[in-house]
């Protein structure tokens, strides 16, 4: 039985440089339900992570979370600028009057309270950010390659703490075992879009394969298609009747969706390219600050320039 979905993400689109990362994402995410995020290299994981954490602003789509629904996201480089020991990290998500749960969590780690960010290990940085995570206790996980840095017992107690979560978990991770192990539900994202599976990872070798067998066949019987139009075209049919056009428009809408499916298909084999901001098509928005400050030094004091400036210049924008 499927189960309400506490977050979702409708119809997401987001370009960066000149290319269309995201044409229209459709993901839900439900209690209980602990789904892994797939896809190539580049395909946009942590940007949708992001989008999830209202990190980052979508060019368009509905994002909705459940009122009152708590979520943490543990990124793959976890910053721990401005604290000062490792029990103000661990505690700083925790409700007031339950630093006690902070306490408890950081002791699972074997690092003292004390512990300075600063002198961390990967490791130990890894793990304290992952306490931090359970201590606050959240409705949604976000968790971005987890498993970096630890070793093979930490893992294992990761994978079994994760197993008893409540909440809705997303993971992105290039550890097969440990998908294969937390995971009851797949995201796959590919060509923009999310294709979902209500099954672990585990499973996602055989249904990529029947998937990709799918598009192939569906492939073959477009190209059978795009032949006979071909050689209805060389008969040196005229466009200027009304009922060719049709036929015309309809051809050319094959074609483009025979380079699509070309593209899906060969999206494994290919490599991302970096595209410059300035491109044709690029992302919406073009500058965003958050809380930017800046002073200068003078004979009379400190002259503030700027102070906790919050800023979006949208493309198109004309600002003075």
Do not use: C
Not at 290 to 309: C, H, Q, R, Y
């Amino acid at each position: 039985m499927s189960r309400a979905p506490i977050a979702t993400l409708r119809n997401v689109q987001l370009s960066l440089g000149g290319t269309p990362l995201f044409s229209g994402v459709d993901l839900s995410l439900s209690k209980g339900q602990r789904t892994s995020l797939v896809g190539r290299n580049g395909a946009g994981k942590s940007t949708l992570m992001r989008i999830l954490a209202q990190e980052l602003d979508a060019d368009d789509g509905d994002i909705w979370r459940q009122p009152g629904t708590t979520l943490h996201y543990l990124k793959q480089e976890p910053d721990f600028s401005g604290f000062t020991t490792a029990l103000d990290i661990v505690a700083a998500d925790v409700p007031a009057g339950e630093r006690h749960r902070a306490e408890a969590e950081l002791e699972m780690t074997g690092l003292a309270p004390d512990l300075d960010p600063k002198t961390l290990s990967g490791g130990q940085r890894r793990r304290l950010a992952l306490a931090r995570a359970f201590a606050a206790d959240p409705d949604i996980l976000l968790l971005d390659e987890p498993t970096n840095h630890l070793d093979i017992a930490a893992i294992e107690a990761l994978e079994a703490r994760l197993k008893s979560f409540r909440g809705a978990m997303l993971v992105v991770s290039h550890d097969r075992r440990f998908l294969e192990t937390v995971t009851t539900a797949i995201a796959w994202l590919r060509q923009g879009v999310v294709r979902a599976f209500d099954q672990g990872y585990k499973h996602f070798e055989p249904l990529a394969e029947q998937v990709e067998a799918d598009e192939e066949k569906a492939l073959d019987r477009l190209e059978t298609k795009l032949k006979a139009e071909h050689r209805w075209l060389a008969r040196g049919v005229t466009a200027r009747r009304k009922r060719n056009q049709g036929r015309l428009r309809k051809l050319q809408g094959m074609r483009a969706e025979r380079m699509s499916r070309r593209s899906a298909m060969n999206e494994g084999k290919t490599t991302a390219s970096l595209v410059s901001e300035t491109s044709e098509g690029a992302s919406k928005l073009v500058v965003e600050a958050k809380g930017v400050s800046k002073a200068f030094d003078t004979d009379d004091g400190p002259l503030s320039i700027v102070n906790e400036l919050n800023l979006k210049i949208m493309r198109g924008d004309r600002v003075g």
